[in-house]
């Protein structure tokens, strides 16, 4: 596998369900992000990890639970969520943090939250 | 205030037709950089190009070319001779020296191309 991974691609949830979105880089960074992507919306930064410490939260619920093993895999644990949470979720990485690093992202999965 | 604005949401083109897509931004660091990402049907963002701040030299890379206007605080994309294989949404997006590990992006411009 190249690249940044994720599965599952897609994903249905009632708002009581607890899952997981999992992200893998295989670009050897050392920095990863999870962002939402809404329908004619900026895509948002949620979280950022570096060498698996967590620097920025921008915000997000509570239902929203990021872990970050090592600086490969990155995942998103998920539980109570609200009809308006589903979006697309696109896991990226970069070599470093910093503006002058482009990030690199995976393909996304579809949430929907029934 | 939005920082990177692509005013055009969608646009269509017959193939071969050239295409510009618009971005502006807005910063006040003087260290700054900006980006170009394709997001195809798949979902996967895809890295076109980055430019710093201090180089405004416009760069081609075969059909794809970028105009850096710092007077105007532009960033635009042209692809020429556009193809079927161009449909996607394309993104601009800014990240500040100061906050870099904020990325700033557009709502994106919707491109299609007809054959």
């Known amino acids: 596998e190249t690249g940044v991974t994720q599965t599952p691609r897609h994903l249905v949830m009632g708002m009581t369900n607890k899952k997981s979105l999992k992200c893998e880089q295989h670009?050897?960074?050392?920095?990863m992000y999870w962002y939402k992507q809404s329908a004619k919306k900026p895509l948002e930064l949620m979280f950022v990890y570096n060498f698996k410490e967590q620097t920025e939260n921008n915000s997000v619920p509570s239902r929203f639970s990021p872990e970050c093993p090592n600086s490969s895999h990155l995942f998103l644990h998920l539980h109570t969520l609200q009809p308006e949470d589903s979006a697309l979720y696109l896991c990226?990485?970069?070599?470093?943090?910093?503006?002058?690093?482009?990030?690199?992202f995976g393909p996304g999965t579809r949430l929907t939250v029934t | 205030a939005q920082k990177v604005t692509q005013a055009q949401t969608e646009i269509s083109v017959v193939e071969k037709e050239d295409v510009t897509l618009d971005c502006v931004y807005e910063t006040r660091d003087t260290t700054y950089y900006l980006f170009w990402y394709k997001q195809p049907p798949s979902g996967e963002l895809v890295f076109l190009i980055r430019?710093?701040?201090?180089?405004?030299q416009n760069e081609i890379s075969g059909r794809y070319s970028w105009n850096f206007q710092k007077s105007t605080s532009s960033f635009n994309f042209t692809i020429t001779a556009s193809q079927v294989v161009d449909s996607a949404v394309y993104f601009c997006?800014?990240?500040?020296?100061?906050?870099?590990?904020?990325?700033?992006f557009g709502t994106g411009t919707s491109l299609t191309v007809i054959p």
């Open positions: 997006a800014l990240s500040e020296a100061d906050t870099g590990n904020q990325f700033y």
């Open positions: 670009l050897g960074h050392n920095a």
């Open positions: 990226a990485s970069s070599l470093h943090l910093g503006g002058s690093y482009e990030q690199y």
């Open positions: 430019r710093n701040s201090f180089d405004e």
